[in-house]
């Protein structure tokens, strides 16, 4: 349901500049809609979702969205061109601007599927997925993918990876600095242990100048999101984002060129949205915490903050109407707030 808090917004940006990316059992589509009340030009992703998922079970409930969220990317997940390229199909009928091909997640669950980051293996395979998916439909087809597998640090499986995934016709690569450790991590430990090697990146950028490229990895900050923006075409940033979400607010201004204005005037402006949209979606059955657990994070740094995220992730009260949850938030907070001030 379109917010009115959306109604002075620019229109979105098409770019790759800044983006939040994909991120399992969190970028849903409640959370991209917090995310896109926070900026108007980050492009948006979906949790990765398998073929099989698309194809066999209920396509609407994968792929609803808000209209707000555009400029809006469906990541999947899998390896047969044929069921990829059906899903692209699905893709483009439900308007989505960008069909991403996941080549990067390590859980022994997706390589059991041969697919995410084991495709690295298998160059000519994805190169046969990015085919049939852009002969299948006319939106921008996308490949996120490691810098390398396991501990071989070689640049060459990378760039030539690159180079024979560019020939089927890929021209936007999303880029994860660290290797994919197949065997003996965990995929939290795959985000963290293996090291982050951003100047792999920036040499596929210098080999492949007529491509895009976007970083991915470790990004904590606007000022290191900056840096590296420096040379390629944009940056993916995920956890920081998702944990803290008010992050997104200056975005627009200091990435995008929008003037201040166009940005949320306060944190209370966009929970007032939230909650809006979180009532209409309770009224057609949609559990309060299965959308409120998304802005926890949102009044991180404030006084009054613990008492605030106790009361949006207090169990017992799931079953009220989100209205009323806020209200209660608000009255527990706001004297702790007084208190501190």
Known sequence: M???FFSS??????????CVAP????????????????SR?????TEMIHTGALLHGDAARFLQYDATEHPLALQLGGSDPADLARCTRLAQEWGYDEVNLNCGCPSERVQRGSFGACLMREPQLVADCVKAMRDAANVEVTVKHRIGLDRDES????????????EAGCRVFIVHARNAWLKGLSPKENRDIPPLRYEVVRQLKQDFPQFRFVINGGIKDSAQAEELLDGLDGVMIGRQAYHDPWWLAEWDARFFGDLPAAAPASREAV???????????????????????????????????????????????KHFPPREIHRQAQVLSVPQTLAQA
Request: with cysteine.
């Open 155 to 166: 640049y060459a499986q990378v760039r030539d990876f690159v180079g024979q995934v560019a």
């Open 23 to 38: 991120m399992l059992d969190w970028t849903d589509r409640h959370c991209r809609y917090l995310h896109r009340l926070l």
């Open 271 to 317: 929970e007032e949205a939230m909650v809006d949209y979180m009532q209409a979606q309770h009224r057609q059955g949609v559990p309060t915490f299965a959308m409120a657990r998304h802005m926890l994070g949102l009044r991180n740094g404030l006084p009054g903050a613990r008492a605030w995220r106790q009361v949006w992730s207090d169990h017992r009260l």
């Open 41 to 45: 030009h980050a492009r948006l992703y």
């Open 9 to 18: 917004m620019p229109a979105a940006s098409p770019s790759w500049r800044v």
């Open 2 to 4: 379109p917010s009115s």
